[in-house]
């Protein structure tokens, strides 16, 4: 492992005649983590502007599985029903395949996404939401477009160009308008750097990044081609295209075939040889490579775009400085198995965006903005090591289909093992079960989604009976493929569903919680600390509800799941954070209302770094 130093080279100054231009949060990028930073701070009520170097919303799918962790932060401000109308879920994800040709012959197949019968169970019990296939170019102009309708300006066309900290500690930041080509400032109380891998702020911040070799690069090309004939038997949305007794093109000696729109839109993501990287093969022999991977000189092909992008492991050291926070691809980048990569930008933006409206509304002080990192750059550096655990997964799979030598005899004489009934076949054959096994780390990554575990001054613990901190690595088998519901401090606050005494409708334990305020949780016996929560409430202005789960009381516990995972008495209590993270519990009720409200109001200035 080594520390990379950042890019020391200055952006070149600009001479800008016109006043700075006041707003209070300036975020660069628009990409998944910036506009939904946009989109989190909007419901919160702030008010500011995204700037985006690009001229529209991405062009290309990029990132396209949203898992429930993601979509739970999107469903909290209300856009969960618009997201599930332009996604794709259950069968459109039902299976990801290894195969010859996507008309051809298939080596094996894996249920993923919650479609396992053995796994269903485990993806309903973990979250009101189900995971999607949402292709960025959807995602982004629905994120984009209720940030701009909720009071956040956007600005396409233009970046950043550097940024300084004037006397009274406000960020004055240079922008260029490229319509114009005409450069300004804006003077923002807050900064924040959701600029991609290439990122300028934390180019210009200088914070370490910490890394490990890159796995070379990878080429996308996005096609048109209607499979829908192929894929009704061959549900999914993924598909690894390996033909080893085929001499390789240089630019792609494997290729995974990606789903953008059922079922005539693709993605061909192409990996090649590096040393042969150089090259600058034509359209026409990507078109030509692209047929022989489908398998069907009957099906018209139009290719509409091709890029490049690295396969790295590289995450920050730290997310913030001063007022300056950075957070999706700025911090953390990494292959995208797993699924893990916008989902975890959402996620670094829902945490982020709730401490800076209780900074800026009064409710926190700014020791609260210190916990950003804190808590997120632990998981940033969990997630970027599992991509490139499954990445490198993935190579035991093609290792045992004999792809990664050069010598295409070896390749042939690999491929004829595989279906001999000899010693050597049968090894052959274990080996890639044995690979294949390995892959349900990738596609049914429960634990490692879902299973995050906070700890900083924004989470109490000092009412735990012992260190409740998850022992082992979070990248450890079972912790990476299961996640286990507790409302242990730091943990996300489990999902039940609940209704009425006399039912209405079932409703989620997380839309009682979330939505910008604080949440408790007690039962029978537990009413002195609803009014503890009201009287802090009351008197510190913090926006606290709290809600009684149990036999009569304001929520029937339907199931008797809540009973199962709450993990304190009837009487006790459970209190959520604003990002329905378990911030604090206590095991039962105190004797007195007095009693509760003095422990209670300790813990709450404590979260709040008071």
Same mark, same amino acid.
């Given at each position: 492992?080594?520390?990379?130093?950042?890019?020391? =080279?200055?952006?070149?100054?600009?001479?800008?005649?016109?006043?700075?231009?006041?707003?209070?949060?300036?975020?660069?990028?628009?990409?998944?983590?910036?506009?939904?930073?946009?989109?989190?701070?909007?419901?919160?009520?702030?008010?500011?502007?995204?700037?985006?170097?690009?001229?529209?919303?991405?062009?290309?799918?990029?990132?396209?599985?949203?898992?429930?962790?993601?979509?739970?932060?999107?469903?909290?401000?209300?856009?969960?029903?618009?997201?599930?109308?332009?996604?794709?879920?259950?069968?459109?994800?039902?299976?990801?395949?290894?195969?010859?040709?996507?008309?051809?012959?298939?080596?094996?197949?894996?249920?993923?996404?919650?479609?396992?019968?053995?796994?269903?169970?485990?993806?309903?019990?973990?979250?009101?939401?189900?995971?999607?296939?949402?292709?960025?170019?959807?995602?982004?102009?629905?994120?984009?477009?209720?940030? &701009?309708?909720?009071?956040?300006?956007?600005?396409?066309?233009?970046?950043?160009?550097?940024?300084?900290?004037?006397?009274?500690?406000?960020?004055?930041?240079?922008?260029?308008?490229?319509?114009?080509?005409?450069?300004?400032?804006?003077?923002?109380?807050?900064?924040?750097?959701?600029?991609?891998?290439?990122?300028?702020?934390?180019?210009?911040?200088?914070?370490?990044?910490?890394?490990?070799?890159?796995?070379?690069?990878?080429?996308?090309?996005?096609?048109?081609?209607?499979?829908?004939?192929?894929?009704?038997?061959?549900?999914?949305?993924?598909?690894?295209?390996?033909?080893?007794?085929?001499?390789?093109?240089?630019?792609?000696?494997?290729?995974?075939?990606?789903?953008?729109?059922?079922?005539?839109?693709?993605?061909?993501?192409?990996?090649?040889?590096?040393?042969?990287?150089?090259?600058?093969?034509?359209?026409?022999?990507?078109?030509?490579?692209?047929?022989?991977?489908?398998?069907?000189?009957?099906?018209?092909?139009?290719?509409?775009?091709?890029?490049?992008?690295?396969?790295?492991?590289?995450?920050?050291?730290?997310?913030?400085?001063?007022?300056?926070?950075?957070?999706?691809?700025?911090?953390?980048?990494?292959?995208?198995?797993?699924?893990?990569?916008?989902?975890?930008?959402?996620?670094?933006?829902?945490?982020?965006?709730?401490?800076?409206?209780?900074?800026?509304?009064?409710?926190?002080?700014?020791?609260?903005?210190?916990?950003?990192?804190?808590?997120?750059?632990?998981?940033?550096?969990?997630?970027?090591?599992?991509?490139?655990?499954?990445?490198?997964?993935? &190579?035991?799979?093609?290792?045992?289909?004999?792809?990664?030598?050069?010598?295409?005899?070896?390749?042939?004489?690999?491929?004829?093992?595989?279906?001999?009934?000899?010693?050597?076949?049968?090894?052959?054959?274990?080996?890639?079960?044995?690979?294949?096994?390995?892959?349900?780390?990738?596609?049914?990554?429960?634990?490692?989604?879902?299973?995050?575990?906070?700890?900083?001054?924004?989470?109490?613990?000092?009412?735990?009976?012992?260190?409740?901190?998850?022992?082992?690595?979070?990248?450890?088998?079972?912790?990476?493929?299961?996640?286990?519901?507790? &409302?242990?401090?730091?943990?996300?606050?489990?999902?039940?569903?609940?209704?009425?005494?006399?039912?209405?409708?079932?409703?989620?334990?997380?839309?009682?919680?979330?939505?910008?305020?604080?949440?408790?949780?007690?039962?029978?016996?537990?009413?002195?600390?609803?009014?503890?929560?009201?009287?802090?409430?009351?008197?510190?202005?913090?926006?606290?509800?709290?809600?009684?789960?149990?036999?009569?009381?304001?929520?029937?516990?339907?199931?008797? =799941?809540?009973?199962?995972?709450?993990?304190?008495?009837?009487?006790?209590?459970?209190?959520?954070?604003?990002?329905?993270?378990?911030?604090?519990?206590?095991?039962?009720?105190?004797? &007195?209302?007095?009693?509760?409200?003095?422990?209670?109001?300790?813990?709450?200035?404590?979260?709040?770094?008071?």
């Amino acid at each position: 492992m080594n520390i990379l130093d950042p890019m020391d =080279e200055k952006a070149t100054p600009c001479l800008v005649s016109e006043e700075p231009l006041d707003v209070e949060y300036l975020i660069v990028g628009m990409g998944p983590a910036g506009a939904s930073l946009a989109c989190f701070l909007a419901y919160h009520g702030l008010k500011g502007m995204m700037i985006n170097s690009a001229p529209s919303t991405a062009g290309t799918p990029r990132a396209h599985i949203t898992n429930m962790a993601a979509l739970e932060c999107l469903r909290d401000i209300g856009l969960e029903e618009e997201l599930m109308r332009v996604g794709n879920a259950e069968g459109a994800m039902q299976h990801t395949r290894w195969c010859y040709s996507m008309a051809g012959e298939e080596f094996a197949r894996v249920y993923s996404w919650g479609s396992d019968p053995r796994r269903k169970g485990d993806y309903e019990l973990a979250s009101p939401c189900v995971p999607i296939d949402l292709p960025q170019t959807l995602l982004e102009p629905i994120l984009v477009r209720f940030a &701009t309708h909720k009071g956040i300006q956007a600005r396409f066309d233009t970046s950043l160009v550097e940024f300084v900290e004037d006397e009274h500690h406000r960020i004055v930041s240079t922008l260029h308008d490229k319509v114009l080509n005409k450069h300004y400032k804006v003077r923002s109380k807050y900064l924040f750097g959701a600029d991609g891998a290439r990122s300028r702020i934390m180019k210009q911040l200088q914070i370490p990044l910490i890394a490990e070799p890159g796995k070379g690069v990878a080429i996308n090309v996005l096609i048109k081609a209607d499979l829908t004939n192929l894929i009704a038997n061959r549900m999914g949305n993924l598909h690894f295209i390996l033909q080893p007794d085929r001499p390789h093109a240089l630019f792609g000696w494997l290729c995974i075939a990606r789903m953008v729109k059922p079922w005539h839109e693709w993605m061909f993501i192409l990996f090649p040889h590096q040393q042969s990287w150089n090259a600058t093969p034509s359209e026409t022999e990507y078109l030509h490579y692209i047929q022989t991977l489908i398998g069907d000189p009957s099906i018209n092909v139009e290719i509409l775009d091709i890029s490049t992008w690295n396969i790295n492991e590289i995450v920050a050291e730290s997310y913030s400085r001063n007022n300056v926070f950075c957070l999706g691809d700025a911090v953390h980048r990494h292959p995208p198995m797993n699924g893990l990569g916008s989902n975890t930008c959402i996620q670094d933006a829902y945490n982020l965006a709730w401490k800076i409206a209780c900074v800026e509304k009064g409710i926190a002080s700014r020791e609260l903005l210190r916990t950003y990192s804190i808590e997120r750059q632990p998981v940033g550096k969990s997630i970027v090591r599992r991509a490139n655990e499954a990445f490198g997964h993935q &190579t035991k799979v093609w290792e045992a289909l004999g792809l990664l030598t050069g010598d295409i005899e070896e390749r042939k004489e690999a491929m004829r093992e595989l279906g001999q009934s000899s010693p050597a076949g049968a090894s052959r054959r274990r080996k890639f079960t044995a690979a294949i096994e390995t892959t349900r780390h990738e596609f049914h990554g429960l634990g490692i989604e879902m299973g995050q575990h906070y700890i900083s001054r924004a989470i109490y613990t000092d009412d735990e009976p012992n260190d409740n901190a998850p022992s082992g690595s979070p990248n450890s088998s079972d912790r990476v493929l299961y996640y286990s519901p507790s &409302t242990v401090p730091g943990r996300r606050l489990p999902h039940v569903w609940l209704d009425a005494a006399c039912p209405k409708g079932m409703i989620s334990i997380h839309d009682l919680a979330g939505k910008g305020a604080f949440c408790l949780f007690t039962g029978p016996g537990g009413e002195n600390w609803k009014r503890a929560a009201a009287a802090i409430a009351n008197k510190f202005s913090i926006p606290i509800k709290s809600f009684s789960i149990g036999f009569g009381q304001d929520w029937e516990d339907i199931y008797m =799941e809540w009973g199962r995972v709450r993990e304190v008495e009837e009487s006790g209590c459970v209190l959520a954070r604003p990002d329905r993270f378990v911030g604090w519990r206590f095991k039962e009720a105190l004797e &007195t209302e007095e009693a509760c409200t003095e422990k209670l109001e300790k813990v709450m200035l404590a979260l709040l770094g008071k």
